[in-house]
């Protein structure tokens, strides 16, 4: 059984910072890519930030320059260390896992933590 599961989000005032995190746990082979996506309210998912295995990394437009992601490989740990926030990040940030276990690699999502940043 893998599981992830988001922490770290929170309420602040714009051009704070938070620091997300996402762990994955369970009988785990490898994660691959591993990424932040989020969704506010009326709107659909979108992608924040990605990772692959290798070190590669893909940021939205809206969050380049304000946000780094980064993992450790040895905790199977996801971050995304968000600066000088604005109102309109405030959503749910998801994490998704692209994770190898029991043979097969397959796609896991949290449940979310909510972010709210306030003008």
């Known amino acids: 059984q893998v599981q992830v599961a988001e922490s770290g989000g929170g309420s602040v005032q714009a051009g704070e910072s938070l620091r997300l995190s996402c762990a994955a746990s369970g009988r785990i082979f490898r994660v691959n890519d591993f990424g932040w996506y989020r969704q506010a309210p009326g709107k659909q998912q979108e992608l924040v930030a990605t990772?692959?295995?290798?070190?590669?990394?893909n940021y939205a437009d809206s969050v380049k320059g304000r946000f780094t992601i980064s993992r450790d490989g040895v905790q199977n740990t996801l971050y995304l260390q968000m600066n000088n926030l604005k109102p309109e990040d405030t959503a749910v940030y998801y994490c998704n896992g692209q994770i190898q276990s029991d043979g097969q690699t397959r796609t896991y999502w949290g449940q979310g933590t909510q972010v709210i940043v306030s003008s």
């Open positions: 990772t692959t295995r290798g070190g590669s990394t």
